[in-house]
């Protein structure tokens, strides 16, 4: 009772806030006192507010899509007789069970049902949840492993090696860590790598370094994703002899699949911030600097690298978010099991459920991290408008 308790203030507190925070902003409340205007009607917060409202609508016909194309994908009725029917099956024992999976996986009642079911089930609110079997000779169900979930994700059936029933999410979440961990410091790489070259590449534009690095660039985005993965994996596991199957206890078995990611992703990192410095070095302010006679070393980390910055703010939310997610290229070369390898088990098998989990997990952590790097954008770069216009 006090989780749900806690869910209900939680949101009641959410709406309070920015339905308060629009009318001061039009100056339906407190129109006259600045300290308030201050805080409730500032740009940022009604910039985010905005962006927000957009998210929702987002991952709301995101969610749409993916309820109806799993119920075309997989029709309850025919799953039922591919799951259940059989000679010595009896028409009763046949109706039970089906009635008992189609309530354990969301299929039950109208179309219209399910879709709010389905709503409810992943609304960030405070659930208790049950797993109910059908017991075969007694005809009695059984129901077992209560407990309580923020998001219900959905149950996982017909999956080779995973017991009917399990709930998604406790098939996702140690996958979801897996990915991450990877993923966070194939980031940390990325960046680390990728923005010095691109500072480095700009400040000595068309010398050797810049051409070089323009060559890596240019074939990364010449060579598929999936050959240059290939040609990073023999490099490393061939040449400098790293292990190719993933171990989560040897830290050099993680080395092949951060490698391939990082030195893949700081193509595009070294891209944007040559092409922004470069940009920034033909402004205004920075022939002024030149006038005054400061040096070049002092326009550029005084200066320009202040405003190059911006580019790297931007893709950071999006690269953490989008660590969790792993890529299930890499996952299947370096026989990681992450949340790239469980889509592709997922595609695999037809398992349309566990499919649907992952969709929806994809689409709201891409849009999150979009939303994100709008918002920190708009917090460090001074040329971004907050009008609705934008």
Not at 114 to 121: A, G, H, K, P, V
Not at 124 to 153: E, I, Q, W
Not at 303 to 319: E, F, G, K
Request: glycine share 6%; net charge positive; proline share 4%.
């Amino acid at each position: 009772m006090g989780s749900y308790l806690i869910g209900y203030t939680i949101i009641g507190v959410i709406v309070l806030f920015v339905v308060f925070s629009i009318l001061v902003k039009r100056r339906i409340l407190f129109g006259n006192t600045p300290s308030v205007q201050k805080i409730f009607a500032h740009p940022l917060l009604h910039y985010s507010i905005r962006r927000i409202g957009s998210a929702i609508i987002s991952v709301t016909l995101a969610i749409l899509v993916t309820f109806f194309l799993v119920r075309l994908a997989q029709p309850a009725d025919q799953t039922c007789i591919t799951k259940f029917a059989g000679p010595r099956v009896t028409p009763e024992l046949f109706a039970l069970q089906c009635n008992a999976w189609k309530k354990e996986m969301g299929f039950n009642g109208t179309i219209f049902e399910q879709l709010w079911n389905f709503f409810y089930s992943i609304f960030p609110f405070p659930k208790t949840l049950c797993r109910v079997t059908l017991d075969s000779m007694s005809l009695t169900y059984t129901v077992s492993d209560c407990r309580n979930f923020v998001v219900d994700l959905g149950k996982i059936t017909d999956l080779p090696g995973v017991e009917d029933g399990t709930y998604v999410i406790d098939y996702m979440l140690p996958r979801m860590a897996t990915s991450f961990k990877i993923g966070i410091i194939a980031v940390i790489v990325e960046l680390g790598l990728g923005y010095p070259m691109g500072v480095l590449m700009a400040k000595y534009k068309d010398a050797i370094f810049d051409k070089i690095g323009l060559a890596y660039i240019i074939s990364i985005d010449a060579i598929p994703g999936v050959a240059y993965y290939y040609i990073w994996m023999a490099i490393l596991c061939g040449l400098f002899a790293l292990p190719r199957a993933y171990s989560a206890d040897n830290f050099l078995s993680w080395l092949p699949a951060i490698l391939t990611m990082g030195f893949t992703g700081m193509a595009g990192i070294a891209m944007w911030v040559r092409r922004f410095m470069v940009d920034e070095f033909t402004s205004d302010y920075v022939k002024f600097a030149r006038a005054k006679g400061l040096s070049e070393n002092r326009i550029m980390f005084t200066h320009v690298l202040r405003n190059a910055i911006v580019p790297l703010v931007r893709s950071i939310p999006a690269a953490i978010i989008g660590a969790l997610l792993g890529t299930y290229f890499l996952e299947n070369i370096y026989s990681i099991n992450g949340i790239g390898a469980a889509l592709l088990v997922a595609n695999n098998t037809k398992n349309a459920l566990l499919l649907q989990a992952i969709i929806i997990i994809s689409a709201l952590l891409s849009i999150i991290s979009y939303l994100l790097g709008d918002i920190v954008t708009a917090m460090v770069d001074p040329r971004v408008s907050f009008s609705n216009a934008d």
